[in-house]
């Protein structure tokens, strides 16, 4: 375990370090240094539990608050000013604990008999695809991939969003649509796409048992969903049913019901409708 972090010596937001870590605040800086940055004390902790994180910047008010992470912290930690640690979060109330992670390079090549999949095309918000990430984790999904032009998973409010779900299952990023659906069907899921125009909902899929094997979600963009062709791509459509007079669910509370229904019939072997068969957490 390493001493306390000294409170002297602390580096400004001009240093080497510093501005370097400062510059993944970029799609094309994290994709070139091959590194993108992780804000507050459970998305830290989480990477550092993961092997994830390559160094740590304190700043020096934050320093003595999360003393115990620090001296557990495996990697090279930085004292630097409240300003350079203002400088390196994205936050209005920054936390002054800012790590740097190494970016993941994840394929769907590489899962291996997935139950559960999340696939996001074309998600444009990164608060709602942080979310996915978290629900998709809580549900116990076998790995989050996003593809299409859209929004980059490893950015700052992304992150955070997902409350150190990136460091639990793999986050996947992949250009081509037809791709990704080749992948996953290649290793035994079945692709269901969400449309709000469907002639069939959640429900009746859960009591035919429909969900029951492997399965990947097909996401769409916010605002307009999926479009022709990614509803093409997939084996059904399925919509969540609204039964108030709210015009449609958001994309992040969205794909949780349809995770969540996915868990609990895989668990039970069915729908799942009695409460019983299967092991697993409870929610």
Same mark, same amino acid.
């Given at each position: ?7 002297s ?60 992470l ?32 190494a970016?993941p ?33 809580? =549900?116990? +999904?076998? *790995? ?5 032009? /859209?929004? @980059?998973?490893? !950015? #700052?409010?992304?992150? $955070?969003?997902?409350?150190g ?38 429900d ?16 769409g ?17 399925i ?21 969540? =229904?996915? +868990?609990? *019939? ?5 729908? /799942?409708? @009695?409460?019983? !068969? #299967?092991?697993?957490? $409870?929610?």
């Amino acid at each position: 375990m390493r001493p306390p972090v000294p409170v002297s010596g602390a580096a400004g937001p001009r240093s080497a370090r510093v501005s370097a870590a400062r510059r993944l605040k970029r799609p094309a800086q994290r994709r070139e240094q091959g590194s993108f940055l992780v804000e507050g004390a459970q998305a830290v902790g989480a990477a550092l539990a993961a092997g994830a994180l390559v160094e740590l910047f304190v700043g020096v008010s934050a320093a003595a608050r999360h003393e115990e992470l620090l001296r557990a912290a495996a990697v090279p930690v930085r004292l630097v000013t409240d300003e350079a640690a203002a400088g390196l979060s994205e936050t209005i109330t920054p936390q002054g604990l800012v790590g740097v992670a190494a970016l993941p390079d994840h394929r769907v090549a590489e899962l291996a008999s997935p139950r559960l999949v999340a696939v996001c095309v074309g998600a444009s918000d990164p608060g709602n695809a942080g979310t996915v990430i978290r629900s998709a984790d809580a =549900a116990g +999904a076998d *790995a989050v991939v996003f593809t299409g032009v /859209g929004v @980059d998973p490893f !950015g #700052g409010k992304c992150v $955070r969003s997902s409350a150190g779900s990136h460091f639990h299952l793999p986050v996947i990023v992949e250009g081509r649509l037809a791709d990704t659906v080749a992948g996953l069907r290649a290793r035994g899921c079945q692709i269901v796409a969400t449309a709000g125009t469907a002639p069939r909902d959640l429900d009746d899929a859960v009591t035919a048992g429909e969900l029951a094997g492997p399965t990947a979600w097909l996401f769409g963009n916010e605002a307009h969903g999926l479009d022709p062709a990614g509803l093409a791509a997939a084996d059904t459509a399925i919509r969540v049913p609204v039964c108030g007079q709210a015009e449609s669910l958001n994309l992040a509370v969205a794909s949780a019901l349809c995770l969540y =229904a996915s +868990a609990r *019939a895989q668990r039970t072997g069915r729908s /799942g409708t @009695d409460g019983t !068969g #299967g092991g697993g957490r $409870r929610w």
